[in-house]
Every structure is written in structure tokens, then in C-alpha cells.
DNA sequence: CTGAAAGCGCTTACAG
DNA sequence: CTGAAAGCGCTTACAG
């Protein structure tokens, strides 16, 4: 035989239709165990493969998701944000596990998604993890929702779109490590993480630091909540803005790991010590965050689980089940750089 | 319309045969430009996008590659080679750039790869990263070969197998990190890593370090080398069975910087002074390399050429072109761990 | 349980 | 330069 064997070779060779071929490969109760087992076996013998673009064009469903993820505009050429990356692991695994391929792709915001990948049929859902701004995000979400292309995405649940988002309890987790800090005696905070309608997610953490010092009756001092995107350079920049507020500081709750190592590199850099005279704490657990020194505090997200979930839910969401928003819990990791135990 | 728009209905809008729409859309030369621009505007408006099923399933190409990322043997489920991570990100964007969709897979040793991607029509080449254990892997490369599957991969080049293989001149960056140490006035060397058939990489390393230190009329004790997998936790085994050996010690020469951060580790238990007792080196350049405490100096790879070089070569071999194996130049980069200054 | 036939949406000889 | 037709390799009604 030349080339790659069809379902017509085997159907030659079991003598039976091409029909029947095709069923028995795919497990269909109409054929007889007898005729199924003989099919299968030539199959095999013949190293056959059913052809992708063939069923995928006949059936019209790929069983193939893409996964597009969208930089923060400012970092660097190379470098996705790290906690992405380590969804990247589970969210393949449990691809394969339910027999979707993965399509990978880093878009630009300018791209239009839905044909790139829906409308071609390359795949039949995203997975859309990062967005550099919100607001642009949002209106391209809108054109998603529209073309009803299946998505979910990594991020904050919205009122104004009806689409299904998988994220974390931001609010809470900012609450959760300010308390801790307080507890430990902590009282004056500064607060390093842009705070606008463009990072939904770094303004559900500040909202959720405010509130914890609310409740212990501190007040959140707007002068020293400084902005920084998701690079440790801004970290680094935001951090030395703040120190020049000249106010006394004996804690910082950062919105990132990554700046949050900016924010070591300054507070080292003007000889604060970390943690006895200033605490500092991060938020995602990213695989650095146990090799800074000193190990950083911080409220993990459990990536490998939120990959599972995001794949999962875009799978009910292909097959027309029903889902629902998942809201995950954060855990506070308790290293060195906040100065307690536990 | 109902549905998505086919060439049929530009076809139809536009006054001419579909023939005449598919040519148009792939600009054809055979089509005159006033017929060309007139259909792209129709398919503009009516948000056309190609079938890729159906061009891919006539003209037998899928303009896609695979990318399979074998895991080592002892990783955890969710963590993945933080150096081939950095090469992701400039895989995908090359494969953008040439027009081409990447499917991600992490692959198990067991699987035929040629079967499940390139004989299902998939994609049209595959690039292999990593590969647990070196012997199993060549057999599988072999099936590759018989099968005549276009592949590329990140690795130690091989005579026994025709393939193209990209990977960095392991030797000379394990001699350039040790002459470096030699020069600088270290004399008793450990080196971390293990040397046998199975991670020729890493043996390469090695002979280069050995061969520094013969050039330098230092000898390589056998004693002190022990076998590390590319974890942390071995990293940090092996410098305890290093240590025990009771030998003067005054540099560590590590086969990575996943090992390297449990050579760091252990040494810090043990109340050795890096660099001042002990100088250590890695390899790599990993992002966590440069948040250690002291910061590592380490023997760089390029992954973002890497992944590039990786992309075009494939493309190269899947158009039938000749490609010749890279062999990349390494760069050391002087950090802390090693007590000197550049 | 099985087969003959249609058709998914393209690309590409072939003919003009 | 354009069109009519074949066909890529499957899946799936339809008929028996």
C-alpha cells in the first residue's frame, strides 16, 4: 500500500462496507462484537490512524480547544507571566484526558478571536487567560458572546457579560493576608498593585486589604498605595515612590509575586530590612516565590486545579450543559518575608 | 444567512464560480485584481473565514505543528521544565509569524507519536522537548524516522540517528563555567549531575568541566561527582553524598540550575558559605536563577533563539528543504554564587 | 446489524 | 483569467 491507509483499505480487507469500518472504529453499538474486533484489529495491523480533517469536516466539531493567552502590555518579548504558565501543565493534561487537542496561541488584542479559531473550525471553545487592559478585553468579550462562540476565561466574574470565569476569591485573599499581618502586629501598610478599572483583580485584593484594616479600625492611607503592573521593574519603581512618602511603613502587601520581587530588590536596595522592619507579602505563588530570599509570604491560587476547571466547564459549555462561575479560595503560604510563624 | 458563509456564498454575491473565490482568498495570481478585491471585500463583510478542515483535508497539509514535551521522569504533575516554558513563548510566536498552529501535547514515553499526529494529519511536523531517558528516547526517534515524520529537537546532536536536532555546545559551556572558577583561583571541585547514557546533556557538561580541569593540571575525582535528576530535591541529595565524602571542597559545578537551587539549599544547611566557602555554578539561566540568594551564576541558553531556530527548521524540513543541526553557543553569566565579579 | 449514497467545504487539475 | 467537475476521507441519515 502507498500512502496512509483509509478506512476503505480496512473495509477491503475485513470485507465489509467502509460504513461499517467507520462505526466499528468508533465503537458503534450497531456493528456485532465479531465484525468490530476484526475491524479493530486490522486497523492496527495497517498502524491506521482516522484522519482529523476528515471526520472533523464531516462531523463539524474538531474535539480541539485553543488556548490563547494575552501578555501584560509591558513585559518583555519572551516572558509569559508565570503563573499562566504553570495552569499550562494541567490545563494539557486534562485536554488529553477528555481527547481534545490543544491549540496554543498568544494573541494580540487586536485580533479577532472568534474567526481566528472558531469561525475555521479549528477548535470548538477558548480557553482566554490574561487580557493586558480590561476594558478592551471586555468589548472583545462582548464580540465573543455574540458570535456565541464557547469560552471561559481566567479572570474576574462580571454582571455585565454573561460569560462563564473561573478566578479566584481576590477580595477575600487580600482580607486573608492583611489579617494575618495585622494579627502579627503589623500596623502600617503600604499597599503596591495598580488600582483601576483596567486590573479588576489587583482592585478585588487592595478592596479586600481595606477592608481587613477597616475591621482591626486602621485606616487605608490612599498616599500609599502605589501603582505597578505585573513586572518586577514596576515593583521595583512603585516601591521606591512609596518610601519617598517618607512615612513609617512596617508592612507592604503587594498585589503580585512578580512585583512583589521588585519590591524586595528596593526595600534591599535602601537597607530595610525584610521582614523585621518591613513585612512584605505577595499573591499567586509562582514558582520563584519560594527562591527569593527571603521566601516570600504570599496567597496562592491553586493553578492546577483552576486549569482542570477550565477545561472542564468549556467542555460542558461545547456539549450545551449548563455552567456555572467558579470562584476558587486562596491559601495564605506563610514563608519568611512577613516575619511570623504559621 | 444561517450558518457560517461558505466560498458558495461569496460565489454567489460576487457573480463568479466558487473556483474563481478560492483562488481569490489564497491570492492567486490567476485571478485579475479587480475580481480578487472585489471578493475579499465581500468576504470581509460577510466575517468569511476558510474551513480549515476542508482546505487542509484537499490539499493534505494542515499548517500546523505539534509540539510534545516529554517530561522528566521524576517531575511532579504540574511542574514542567522551567527552561523549556521559555522556549514556549517564542515557539508559538514564530509559528505565528510563519503562518502556522501549534498544538501542545505532554507527551508519555508510550505513545506513538507519528500515529497521533502526523498520521492523523494533524499537523505536519512535530517538535520534541525533552525526553526522560535518553535510550528510550532514541528508539522512539527511530519510529520517527521509519515513518518518515518531519521533527525537530531540543538536544544533544546523535550520529547514530539521522535527525535535526538543535541544542547548545554543552561541552564548551561546561569548560567555560570551570575555567572561569580555575581562573578566579578555585581548586577542589564537586560537580552535581548525572553522567551516564541516559542524559548525554548533562555528561557533555561534564567532560567538559573534566576537561578544564586537566588543561588547568587539576584532576577530576570520580569521587565527587554524584547523579542528580533535573530536580531540586536530588540537587539537594546529592550535595548531602557530596559533603559526606569529606573532602576540601571550594567549588560546586551543577549540571542545572533546578539542581543548583538544592545545591544552594543544602549548603546553607550545612553552614557553607557561598560563594566565600564554596562557589557554585548552574546551568541554563532559568528565570529563578536570578532570585536566588546568592544569585546564580550559571552557563546561559538561549531560548528564545532556540525556540525560533526550532520553528524554522521544521517548517524548512516540511517543505522538503535541506537543515543541518544548530549547535548554539552558550553564555556565562556572572552572578553572585561564584565570588567574582564578571 | 450492514451497505449504498450523500455531503461536509474546500483545492486543484482540466478545459476553455 | 474563469468555470465545471472531481475528490480529499471521513460520518451519518436512509433503506434494508
Known sequence: MKGKATSFDIAYRAGVSQSTVSRALRNSPLVSEKTREKIQQIAKELNYTVDKNASSLRSQTSTTLALLLFEDPTSDDSLVNPFFLSMLGSITRECGKLGYDLLVSFQELDADWHSVFKDSNKADGLILLGYGDYLDYEAKLRELVKHSTPFVRWGAATKS??????????????????????????????????????????????????????????????????????????????????????????????????????????????????????????????????????????????????????????????????????????????????????
Open 161 to 342: 457579560i454573561d460569560t462563564c470565569s473561573i478566578g479566584c476569591d481576590n477580595f477575600h485573599g487580600g482580607w486573608q493576608i492583611t489579617e494575618h499581618l495585622i494579627k502579627h502586629g503589623r500596623k502600617q501598610f503600604g499597599f503596591i498593585g495598580a488600582v483601576h478599572d483596567g486590573a479588576p483583580e489587583f482592585r478585588a485584593r487592595y478592596e479586600g486589604h481595606c477592608e481587613a484594616l477597616t475591621r482591626a479600625g486602621l485606616e487605608a492611607n490612599a498616599q500609599l498605595q502605589k501603582n505597578a503592573v505585573n513586572t518586577e521593574e514596576d515593583g521595583f519603581n512603585a516601591t521606591l515612590q512609596l518610601l519617598a512618602e517618607n512615612q513609617p511603613l512596617d508592612a507592604i502587601v503587594v498585589a503580585s509575586d512578580l512585583i512583589a520581587t521588585g519590591v524586595l530588590k528596593a526595600l534591599e536596595q535602601k537597607g530595610i530590612k525584610v521582614p523585621e522592619q518591613c513585612a512584605v507579602v505577595g499573591f499567586d505563588d509562582v514558582p520563584i516565590a519560594r527562591y527569593t530570599k527571603p521566601a516570600l509570604t504570599t496567597c496562592r491560587q491553586d493553578s492546577t486545579a483552576a486549569g482542570v476547571m477550565l477545561v472542564d466547564k468549556l467542555v460542558q459549555l461545547i456539549k450545551g450543559e449548563p455552567v456555572t462561575d467558579a470562584f476558587m479560595k486562596t491559601k495564605l503560604i506563610v514563608r519568611e518575608s512577613c516575619g511570623t510563624q504559621q
